[in-house]
């Protein structure tokens, strides 16, 4: 088991805690800011048990971002048409996969 520096550590949780509070604040897509949620915390557990390297960490963050990126993308025009959700449950479904293989290697 590799031991995560506290400040890498202390990093990853404030922007966990920052991406938490700006999901809360926009409604609009709740199934999809759910699933989002879930995600982080998935990480965000891996990270506490070990099973995430900080490198690993890192990279499934950035996962989360350029998920959170394009949900923000479609919500500028105030609409998130069905394409739309679709294509966001498609980038969700293949971070989710992600995660799991970093988890279990």
Same mark, same amino acid.
């Given at each position: 088991? !590799? #031991?995560v520096k506290p400040r890498s550590? /202390? /990093?990853i949780a404030i922007a966990i805690a920052g991406l938490a509070a700006s999901t809360a604040a926009e409604a609009g897509t709740p199934w999809v800011d759910h #699933?989002?949620?879930r995600q982080w915390e998935r990480i965000y557990?891996? $990270?506490q048990s070990g099973q995430l !390297?900080? #490198?690993e960490a890192g990279s499934l963050? /950035?996962?989360q971002a350029r998920v959170r990126r394009l949900e923000h993308r479609f919500k500028s025009d105030g609409v998130v048409t069905v394409g739309e959700?679709? #294509?966001l449950h498609r980038a969700l479904n293949r971070q989710s996969v992600r $995660?799991?293989?970093k988890k279990h290697n």
């Amino acid at each position: 088991m !590799t #031991r995560v520096k506290p400040r890498s550590l /202390a /990093a990853i949780a404030i922007a966990i805690a920052g991406l938490a509070a700006s999901t809360a604040a926009e409604a609009g897509t709740p199934w999809v800011d759910h #699933r989002e949620h879930r995600q982080w915390e998935r990480i965000y557990g891996g $990270i506490q048990s070990g099973q995430l !390297t900080p #490198r690993e960490a890192g990279s499934l963050l /950035a996962g989360q971002a350029r998920v959170r990126r394009l949900e923000h993308r479609f919500k500028s025009d105030g609409v998130v048409t069905v394409g739309e959700r679709i #294509r966001l449950h498609r980038a969700l479904n293949r971070q989710s996969v992600r $995660i799991w293989v970093k988890k279990h290697n």
